[in-house]
């Protein structure tokens, strides 16, 4: 019964831990309940064209070719304005796109909805448009058209299964959305000619292209010419449609780029710079410079565009420039500053833009803080003091003085230094509690850890003095969190320390009272703990499997060139390597019970996925890493006869099925320490030998061409997380086999391994940030 209640207890610890880093580090920075705010005065565009071009990179671009030509848009040159739009991690589509069209970066608690679809609803340019239709891929648009007030964002979208990358031509896929746009504008619509419409086209092309060719590819390249002369085409097409009327605004970017091997998630500059590309109603023309641009990256230079005036943004600040140009409210969630080098309007048109852009970010501040504020008793409540209620009144009442008086550039710097303040603020509130979370956390499973090391050394005691003790924190606690009208997680997070710690206080009672000096450590420990949480200044050997073996060495090579010949996936290559995969999880059960061969059955079988799983060197991990589990038993035999155990424990002779005396076996707490180590010390080379989670977050979709070439992300993602697990199956099955082997007691080895975990759990819980790429969520 005491087993049973230890397990549920560490159960329930464990589970409240984990749960606990998502309360703490990934809840959604969006708030509601504010006003939409928009410039009173005429916008310079009655409707708006947006292109995004996914995974086109800005060097892609901008680079000269090999023949001294250049792809850089010739509208940059005469009559827009161009930059670098520079982007946020993790540089994916789906936050990429939500900066672009909804102006706030990656929402971190869209973790629990697997990164596919932001779980709180968000404003964007799109609602509130007065129309808006969407042509592309069905990955991106949906979510736009689902999060909007209404039916008024309309899309286009073609099947999934066209999203290969092993198609012939991936580049088809943009030419499918020029078709539909130019067809659309064929089919005349009344609706078309009102103002405030946005057209947005989503080209995937680009994106499938270097995922299957990378980027320096010819198809990559190719795809981006097509993307070229597909836009040179549409634009007549629209603004003959349009009467010639000189009222639309064209915006051309990408949502992320790509590293040279074909993947994008991290930070590197390919993948964080992207081209932004503006003209028509409202812009700016081009500026010629004589003067050097302050631009460190040498960047100009290589492109030979020095002699052109460029303007680099935020990716964020692109949605309230596309607001502004329209005369949409800026989004209500946006975070963006607007570029005001990019507008072509009078200085009056620029400060009220700006000010309204001011005054839509301080609403979100307002409300962060109330929020707060509500919920936090007065004399706790410790208001962000850059930024009080006064300071709001003085700095936009200033500012509204500034541009009554045409001190327009004046008032529009005293904006920015709001929208500064306003972001701080809001991070200062989103934050507020994470301290307070952070430390009953913690104490609660410092007190669990304290209590494992407990039962190992075998103490026991109890005292009702201090169970009403408990009782009373317990009840103050409770008391404290009802007044506060706090979450329930927040009573779960705060209340679990007290029973743990009584467990413990109750266990250690009479090390603590016969040794003073145990107290002394006791104490000095748990105040060193604090430190962390401060700021930082029989049968034949499986010829079966290794034929297996060497057929899956041969799939991926085969699969390799097919695709390089653009014949697709083979379905022989298809069917060998899902059979493969099914079949490495049953034929382990049918090898032989003797110890040596089931674990050369379960590391062939397993090698045989990983090689169809593998791209490279990587494959030769999971055979070293079997030779040396191999190595650490026979160690342990050895280990085993130098301590004068009787009769020598073959590897090749011992059964599962067979009962062996114990009673030869000497268990010694040492021993146990020392296995235990190397475990963990094999599960993080397991962890980190080749790639870890961070593999999949930086997601090279390569790894799994032997299995499918059609984008199915949750397929995908679960086959490249067998892949990451396989390495810790063969560490596990090796330290079970060692047990088996030595006849050691598993009740020891499990809590002192739990207790070296629990160390680590800890040390990653401090770890943890809501920010960055998704490749440090594997290297944290």
């Known amino acids: 019964m005491r087993v049973i209640t230890f397990f549920i207890v560490g159960l329930t610890v464990h589970v409240v831990f984990f749960l606990s880093i998502f309360d703490i580090y990934f809840t959604s920075p969006l708030v509601h309940g504010m006003t939409p705010q928009s410039t009173q005065m005429n916008p310079p565009a009655s409707r708006l064209v947006l292109v995004v071009a996914d995974g086109l990179r800005a060097d892609s671009l901008f680079t000269l070719l090999p023949n001294g030509s250049s792809r850089t848009p010739r509208v940059i040159e005469e009559n827009g304005t161009w930059g670098v739009s520079h982007t946020r991690v993790p540089t994916e589509s789906r936050p990429g796109h939500v900066a672009l069209i909804a102006g706030f970066y990656e929402d971190v608690s869209a973790v629990a909805k697997g990164w596919k679809e932001n779980p709180v609803e968000f404003d964007s340019v799109f609602n509130e448009s007065r129309h808006t239709w969407c042509w592309g891929s069905p990955d991106i648009l949906p979510m736009f058209a689902k999060g909007a007030s209404g039916d008024h964002v309309y899309t286009h979208t073609y099947p999934a299964v066209e999203e290969d990358f092993a198609s012939t031509d991936a580049s088809r896929l943009d030419s499918w959305v020029f078709t539909q746009v130019k067809v659309f504008f064929i089919l005349f619509e009344h609706i078309l000619l009102m103002d405030k419409n946005i057209f947005f086209l989503h080209l995937l092309g680009i994106d499938t292209n270097g995922h299957a060719h990378r980027p320096m590819s010819e198809e990559y390249l190719n795809n981006i010419g097509l993307v070229d002369k597909g836009i040179a085409e549409l634009v007549p097409v629209m603004e003959e449609f349009f009467g010639h009327d000189g009222r ?11 590293t040279n091997w074909g993947s994008h998630g991290a930070g590197h500059p390919s993948e964080t710079l992207t081209p932004l590309v503006v003209w028509g109603a409202g812009v700016n023309v081009a500026q010629r410079v004589t003067e050097p641009q302050s631009y460190e990256d040498h960047f100009l230079q290589e492109w030979k565009l020095e002699h052109i005036r460029r303007v680099d943004v935020n990716q964020a ?17 946006s975070v963006g500053v607007l570029p005001i080098l990019y507008l072509n309007n009078s200085g009056q048109f620029k400060a009220e833009s700006m000010y309204t852009n001011a005054i839509q970010v301080l609403e979100q501040f307002k409300i962060k803080m109330m929020q707060k504020k509500e919920t936090t008793l007065s004399f706790f409540f410790t208001p962000f003091q850059y930024l009080t209620e006064s300071k709001q009144a003085e700095i936009t009442h200033k500012a509204r003085i500034l541009i009554q008086l045409e001190k327009y550039n004046e008032a529009i710097s005293l904006c920015q230094s709001l929208i500064s303040l306003s972001l701080e603020g809001l991070l200062y509130y989103h934050t507020y509690d994470r301290f307070f979370l952070g430390c009953s956390v913690v104490l609660g499973f410092v007190g669990w850890t304290s209590y494992v090391i407990l039962v190992i050394l075998k103490t026991h005691r109890s005292s009702r003095t201090v169970a009403k003790l408990c009782m009373c924190v317990a009840v103050m606690i409770t008391a404290f969190l009802l007044i506060q009208r706090s979450p329930v997680t927040y009573y779960i997070y705060c209340l679990l ?18 040794q003073f000096r145990s107290l002394s450590w006791f104490l000095g420990c748990l105040c060193l703990s604090a430190f962390p949480l401060m700021p930082v200044v029989g049968r034949e050997p499986n010829l079966h499997l290794m034929l297996l073996v060497a057929v899956c060495a041969c799939v991926p090579t085969f699969t390799h060139s097919s695709l390089q010949q ?13 059979s493969t995969l099914g079949s490495s999880i049953l034929v382990p059960l049918l090898s032989s019970s003797r110890l040596f061969h089931r674990l050369l059955s379960i590391f062939l079988s397993l090698t045989s996925t990983y090689l169809l799983l593998s791209t490279g060197s990587e494959a030769l991990f999971p055979p070293v890493l079997s030779w040396l589990m191999f190595a650490w038993i026979n160690i342990e035999q050895e280990a085993l006869l130098a301590q004068g155990v009787s009769g020598r424990l073959e590897l090749s002779t011992i059964d599962f099925s067979a009962n062996i005396d114990i009673s030869k076996i000497r268990q010694l707490k040492l021993d146990d320490i020392r296995r235990s180590y190397f475990f963990v010390f094999f599960i993080i080379t397991a962890f980190f030998g080749t790639g870890n989670i961070a593999s999949i977050n930086s997601f090279d979709p390569a790894s799994v061409y032997c299995f499918l070439t059609v984008f199915n992300p949750f397929i995908m993602g679960g086959l490249m997380m067998w892949k990451v697990i396989i390495p810790f199956i063969i560490v596990m099955c090796t330290f079970e086999s060692i047990q088996v082997a030595t006849q050691l007691s598993s009740r020891s080895l499990f809590l002192i391994v739990l207790v070296i975990s629990d160390v680590m759990a800890l040390h990653f819980f401090f770890m943890v940030q809501d920010y960055g790429s998704w490749l440090d969520i594997g290297t944290r």
């Open 317 to 333: 600040d692109i949605a309230p420039l596309m607001a502004s140009l329209v005369g949409v409210p800026i989004p209500v969630n």
């Open 566 to 578: 653009k014949r697709g996936l083979p379905l022989l290559n298809q069917i060998i390597s899902w």
């Open 248 to 258: 639309t605004a064209y915006v051309f970017t990408s949502d992320h780029g790509m």
């Open 497 to 514: 320390p007290v029973p743990v710690w009584f467990v413990v206080y109750k266990d250690c009672f009479s090390l603590v009272f016969e």
